[in-house]
């Protein structure tokens, strides 16, 4: 029975997550450790280009694992032949873009798990194993959603985000700077950590955002970028935008660019920097990891936001 009086808790919303049927977990690396552990996977096929959190579970369980290389369309380069029985494939649908290249993979590769990450709008594949990192979307401490018809027959307790919740709350009091070192230190307590279910906290929060407008003005942001630096812009973009971005992905070799917005408060994510030890310079993985900028265009930001992008680009 919930208590009756006593202090106010935070006021939020009772809405509805976006992920309703999803298995609600952790983390995004421990929904992908649920998927190994309940398929009973003994090897992996990695992208070179990827974060390398994913070796977390792969390391823990063991696993032998390879990687692969991708073309500058961001799929994969591979022989889907190669796979084995109780061996697997990951794809990562990058910036959120790449959805279609999941969905062909879909129907040419066995035992494959879709890692939506960056991806948190695009629905499941019937059948594929797909996961999702809601806080690369949106402010909350952590958690995950699973997409899986092979379940894990153990019994999982709720995570607890009390302790994570700090960085999300110096940003507003005290300012996105402030608050880095706070997030930084969040991001690293997240390592480690055992498979549970997502806490109330995060479940809570999650059922607080307004996702209908968190859709619109990422798509409408995404345009606006897109209709002014397409022409400059060395990335080979999808030419159909149904798709619900993270970021938008700007590739140039001018070296001076992401220092110009930074000189401008213009904050922006570094995916991944693994990738720079795992590759050799003449690798295209390397050189995008070093080119990409991923322009920030969510729910938080307007078409006025994203022309000051532009304009402090100079181009």
């Known amino acids: 029975m919930n208590p009756i009086g006593g202090y106010f808790e935070l006021e939020l919303s009772k809405g509805e997550e976006y992920h309703k049927k999803a298995i609600k977990l952790n983390s995004g690396r421990n929904a992908f450790e649920y998927i190994l552990r309940a398929r009973g996977y003994r090897k992996v096929y990695l992208p070179y280009y990827t974060c390398d959190v994913i070796l977390e579970p792969i390391n823990k369980l063991e696993l032998e694992f390879e990687f692969y290389h991708i073309n500058e369309q961001l799929e994969p380069i591979f022989d889907f032949n ?12 990058y910036f959120g873009i790449k959805g279609q290249a999941a969905k062909r993979l879909s129907n040419i590769c066995p035992n494959l798990i879709i890692d939506n990450s960056q991806a948190f709008f695009e629905d499941p594949i019937q059948g594929i194993d797909t996961f999702y990192s809601p806080r690369k979307f949106f402010g909350v401490p952590d958690g995950a959603y699973l997409y899986t018809d092979k379940l894990l027959q153990i019994e999982l307790e709720h995570d607890n985000s009390t302790t994570r919740f700090l960085h999300l709350i110096k940003r507003i009091d005290e300012g ?38 968190a859709i619109k003005a990422r798509k409408q942001n995404f345009i606006f970028l897109n209709k002014n630096l397409e022409s400059v812009n060395k990335l080979k973009l999808p030419e159909i935008f149904d798709f619900v971005p993270m970021v938008y992905p700007f590739l140039s ?23 720079l030890e795992w590759c050799t310079e003449n690798q295209l993985e390397y050189n995008i990891t070093k080119g990409i900028l991923n322009l920030p265009l969510d729910q938080r930001y307007n078409e006025s936001d994203m022309m000051k992008i532009v304009s402090y680009m100079k181009l």
């Open 176 to 213: 996105a700077e402030i608050g880095y070192a706070t997030f930084k230190e969040n991001e690293d307590s997240i390592k480690g950590q055992k498979i549970k279910l997502m806490s109330t906290l995060t479940k809570a929060l999650l059922c607080n955002i307004d996702y209908d407008k």
């Open 253 to 275: 070799y001018q070296t001076n660019l992401k220092q110009q917005l930074i000189d401008n408060k213009i904050y922006l994510a570094t995916y991944w920097p693994n990738v």
């Open 82 to 93: 190669e796979i084995g029985k109780d061996e697997t494939f990951v794809y990562t649908n």
